[in-house]
DNA sequence: CTGAAAGCGCTAACAG
DNA sequence: CTGTTAGCGCTTTCAG
């Protein structure tokens, strides 16, 4: 195997200095034209490539953001993985892809940082405060997505969980509902939490009780969690699930468990509003967290941390927008 | 900012050699038991941790492999890099990820190359010539996945293409269908013109015609193949869509555009097997790409490439099987 | 088993 | 604008 030709091999033969070669891939650096020319067809001539390794070695910055997804069995977040390194790539970055390892254990995550990541986003997965620690330690920028911690020098962005919740409540209210159901996502995630309770807070003062059950955000789960609601006595006419993967498959339990018709016996609302919400075989009423209004808000968030580690982190709530469709009971059925 | 500590910092506060602390942290160097304790606690009340751009430097290995993948709205795609993931992370290997960007272009795909991966796994997108042979002229394995090529320096692992599509084409004459439809991925994709063919192969030959429509791998665009077909004159009574992913969007249109019922009016069938083609909203008749069996001959090839680079390129068939549900017309229903 | 020395391929002052 | 000079943080001979 032939060594690859280094900046070095370049210089010789264009007869120019190594450092020559280094300012003709450097975008901002001062060079003759005349001289870029030379060594650029010197370095066609050689198949050379900068090595990006050396080259982040001194420069201690990878211009890699370390990513952890984990629930790609979700729809919302592939379609945000792809977004983000879309947008990542816009400005020079490109995502070393971590996925939530069955086991759960962050040593391997911990492993990102040895490879000197500009910064870490986290998706939808649990925020050990070790882990943080390590970060601020390091002085790489923590962003979480779709979720959020008490750790002060963490930053996160996420949809509207309060004021997408009590839209939706309001919305089911006005359509005349009075026996609620809620299916949690895990009962330690943040954002089914915080939609839970924006859920309560709009229900309850009004006298309705809320019956509960856990999906673990997981479509088998969230079955099962619908069977529990619609076999009990008292089985609620609508059903709020922490996200759309879950109301897919509470939607399925309704209309092929139980034979109820979602839209007329019963309203099924998710949250997120996912490509397959507005499948026709789900047609899911929905509260949106906008992908193409989030990516522009992490990437920023994420630019400007990088830019100043001892900035105040960033608490973005991006809003999104009610979205009726037939399966929770509309206007016109009111009643 | 204080700079993080090296290892130079650990080895002066243990009273040893920087070397000594490099041996401490490579799993298979000779070290005392004493002195590398004395090392891991200095290096833990330091917080010091191996950079790894350092060490990629001196050994050309960067143990990150690049994975470019493109559909990721496809729910095979996120099921695929999800256990790429895994696995490799098992190995001791990271992703580095790049979607396929809308603009198409491979600059960015070359970028990967700069950071020295040390293999490259194209999961469902185009290779471009130029590209296989900068990874050649780099030493760096290229490994298609759920695609071929002619280039013969590259390997690939796909499902069974000819046998699924085969497959598939048998059973729907079993089930006495006359009038068949087959909706194409992209004609540029060697994945759908192998199971075309392949379907053809079966069926033309009994005097069976196949009227066709491409689906651009895309939900909206297999929607609208799929009212072309069913719009025509003599429309099909059986439609083999290249991916489950077009075929779900084939059948929500026979079902809720045309009122056709799927598995008694006709028959869809996929390929793939994804999750959603088991819920029962689809309840897909499909051809299995076995993701659990695929994945390991994923990795074994890239690490026997990558450590014999110039070993003979794996073609490898990853056999899956023929699922039959309920949207297809079954043997009960025959006649 | 341990330390000294020599780089990996590149960027970043600093002169010229 | 260009060349020279130092390293970035680590692995790897090579002696001892």
């Known amino acids: 195997m032939a060594p690859l030709p280094t900046a070095y091999d370049v210089a010789t033969r264009a007869g120019v200095s190594q450092s020559a070669v280094s300012r003709a891939f450097t975008p901002g650096a001062s060079i003759a034209p005349a001289t870029r020319q030379r060594i650029e067809k010197a370095a066609a001539e050689l198949g050379y490539r900068p090595n990006n390794i050396a080259r982040s070695l001194i420069t201690r910055q990878s211009r890699i953001i370390g990513v952890v ?71 790489i920028p923590v962003l979480l997505l779709n979720r959020k911690t008490d750790s002060p020098t963490v930053s996160s962005v996420t949809g509207d969980n309060d004021g997408g919740a009590r839209a939706i409540a309001n919305y089911l209210l006005a359509m005349g509902h009075r026996r609620f159901g809620y299916v949690a996502g895990l009962e330690s995630s943040s954002t089914s939490r915080d939609r839970e309770a924006a859920y309560r807070a709009v229900l309850e003062p009004q006298g309705m009780e809320v019956v509960r059950a856990v999906g673990h955000y997981d479509f088998a789960g969230a079955k099962m969690a619908t069977r529990a609601l619609l076999a009990s006595g008292q089985a609620p006419d609508a059903i709020f699930y922490a996200n759309d993967h879950m109301a897919m498959a509470g939607l399925e339990v309704a209309r ?80």
Do not use: K
Request: charged share 15%; hydrophobic share 45%.
């Open 69 to 139: 997804a984990g629930y790609l069995e979700n729809q919302f977040y592939p379609q945000l993985v792809q977004a983000l390194s879309h947008a990542f790539q816009m400005e020079g970055y490109r995502l070393l892809l971590f996925t939530n390892p069955p086991g759960g254990g962050d040593p391997v995550v911990e492993d990102m940082l040895n490879y000197r990541v500009d910064a870490v986003i986290l998706a939808s997965v649990m925020l050990s405060s070790h882990f943080a620690e390590e970060c601020r330690a390091a002085g």
């Open 256 to 335: 092929f468990e139980f034979g109820l018709a979602p839209g007329r016996d019963l309203s099924i609302v998710g949250f997120d509003n996912v490509a397959a919400a507005a499948w026709s075989s789900f047609d899911l009423t929905t509260y949106s967290q906008p992908i193409d209004r989030m990516v522009p808000v992490v990437v920023r968030a994420t630019l400007e941390q990088m830019a100043s580690p001892q900035a105040e982190p960033v608490r973005a709530v991006v809003e999104g927008g009610l979205i009726v469709r037939s399966s929770s009971r509309g206007p016109s059925l009111r009643g």
